[in-house]
């Protein structure tokens, strides 16, 4: 198939290689013309490890219009590049085209999922297909075993988007709940930052399985209000992403939160990391979301008071550890 993938940070990257290894006519487009003629240059991206070095093969544009020709369109910019990418395309996308959404977020202020955002501007008649998971491009780049899913209301088409892209390093599963993969993909980054204060103060595993478990509790029930299936926030793109984001040193968030817990000033964390901390703007984003969809969401709104009203974290958190008492699960059916 001809494919174009928009967007040549670390993930557009290894998605391009991995798909042309499959077997696809792949050209990776670029924000800047300079990226693109340095990317062709090279064969190397200085977002990835060293060593991996892209195929001869693959094709390299920083024109829009490469997308006109193309039967899938993977749209890999980051959140906030997502509809004015959306908006570029829309003219010269091919009849029968499918777009695959790989940006993780929410568009700030409308409280749009991305594809909700990418169909807004390409209109309905091209099917959104999401793909996500428990996915560092360090390490699918290197071929690491690895498992995500692809989610499209139209189940046919998500299992395209399935055969397109699994291969034996790259499991793919397939499922229709497009609303809970995006709600969990854009929320885990909150508990990031929140898992990485908890390991700055000093606290230990506990401290942290508590967060993740409570927290993808408090996720769902968010995502389910939203139209988003329960059983999806337990696979991949729920519990799966949060193990990865909330345990790995690659994730930005959880870096800005140590800091943050050992008591470097929130803005000051964030100039220190040089990069976007999707989570700290995620943490307005959601605390107010749930706000207007009057769902409960203690950890969110810790992290809130926290964050943006210079709560004490200590106090914080022994305020949620001593809220009233309650069963684990709601609704569970007793004897
Ligand atoms: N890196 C990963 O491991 C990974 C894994 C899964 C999903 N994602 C998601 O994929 C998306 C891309 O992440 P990334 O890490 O590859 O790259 P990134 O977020 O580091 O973005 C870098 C790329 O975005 C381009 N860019 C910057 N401004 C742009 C604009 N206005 N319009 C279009 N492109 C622009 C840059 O030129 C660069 O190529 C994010 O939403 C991220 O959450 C990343």
Redesign the pocket.
């Known amino acids: 198939m001809k494919i174009a993938v928009l967007?040549?940070?670390?993930?557009?990257t290894t998605l391009a290689m991995l798909l042309f290894e499959n077997g696809h006519d792949v050209t990776l487009w670029?924000?800047?013309q300079e990226?693109s003629d340095q990317l062709k240059k090279t064969r190397v991206n200085p977002?990835l490890p060293k060593d991996v070095v892209l195929p001869m093969g693959l094709q390299y544009t920083a024109n829009i219009t490469c997308v006109k020709d193309c039967d899938i369109v993977v749209m890999?910019?980051?959140?906030f590049?997502v509809r004015?990418?959306a908006k570029k395309i829309k003219t010269y996308l091919k009849e029968g085209a499918i777009v695959v959404s790989?940006?993780?977020?929410m568009e700030k202020d409308s409280f749009l999922r991305l594809s909700e955002v990418i169909t807004q501007e390409i209109g309905e008649k091209y099917p959104v297909v999401v793909l996500?998971g428990p996915?560092?491009?360090?390490e699918v780049a290197k071929r690491m075993p690895t498992g995500c899913v692809a989610a499209c209301e139209d189940i046919a088409v998500a299992e395209t988007i399935q055969d397109l892209f699994i291969n034996s390093y790259f499991r793919v599963y397939s499922t229709n709940d497009v609303i809970g993969v995006e709600v969990g993909a854009a929320l885990k980054n909150v508990l990031a930052l929140c898992a990485g204060c908890t390991v700055g103060m000093g606290y230990g595993d506990n401290t942290k399985a508590i967060l993740m478990t409570r927290g993808i509790t408090e996720i769902a029930r968010l995502g389910v209000a939203m139209g988003g299936k329960r059983e999806t926030f337990a696979g991949l793109a729920g519990i799966g992403d949060l193990i990865v984001t909330c345990t790995s040193l690659n994730s930005r968030n959880n870096r800005a939160g140590i800091l943050i817990g050992q008591g470097v000033p929130v803005t000051e964390a964030i100039t220190q990391i040089g990069?976007v901390v999707?989570g700290y703007y995620a943490v307005d984003s959601i605390y107010w979301l749930a706000k207007k969809m009057g769902v409960e969401m203690p950890i969110t709104e810790a992290a809130y008071r926290t964050f943006y009203e210079n709560a004490d974290m200590k106090t914080v958190i022994r305020e949620l550890m001593t809220r009233e008492k309650r069963r684990e699960i709601d609704n569970i059916d007793l004897p």
């Open positions: 967007g040549s940070g670390g993930w557009g670029s924000y800047t990226e977002l890999a910019t980051p959140s590049a004015d990418t790989v940006s993780k977020g996500t996915t560092h491009a360090e990069a999707e």
